[in-house]
């Protein structure tokens, strides 16, 4: 149940970033100039927040996976989650949510 409810929190986390990032293509692209400073500080803390949300979330699964009984770790299941690559996952988080941040910076302030 805990993967479960989790796995849901970062689907809910990418959501929102996701959703932030095309609210602010509508403003970069109406021409509201007047928003930039607001947006800027709003566009770096959602972006802070949701990469290290993203992170905490994929850790709290694999610590749930590390507190498997012997009967779980015998599943399938448990076996493909620990040779998951998380690490792979979490730089393509950050990564993607950092520079999405940078470039929405650079078009509004420096263009």
């Keep these: ?26 403003l970069i692209g109406a021409g509201f100039s007047d928003t930039y400073i607001p947006v800027t500080v709003f566009l770096v ?8 949300g993203s992170i905490d979330a994929m850790d709290d699964v694999a610590g749930v996976a590390e507190d498997a009984d012997e009967e779980e770790r015998k599943t399938v299941s448990h076996k493909r989650f620990i040779a998951t ?14 520079l999405t941040a940078l470039a929405e910076l650079w078009v509004m302030w420096a263009s």
């Design 1 to 26: 149940m805990a993967w479960g409810t989790r796995g849901r929190d970062l689907l809910w986390i990418m959501s929102m970033v996701l959703i932030m990032h095309l609210v602010i293509f509508g």
């Design 45 to 52: 803390l959602f972006t802070i927040l949701g990469i290290l």
């Design 85 to 98: 690559q998380w690490m792979g996952f979490k730089v393509l988080i950050g990564l993607g949510f950092g």
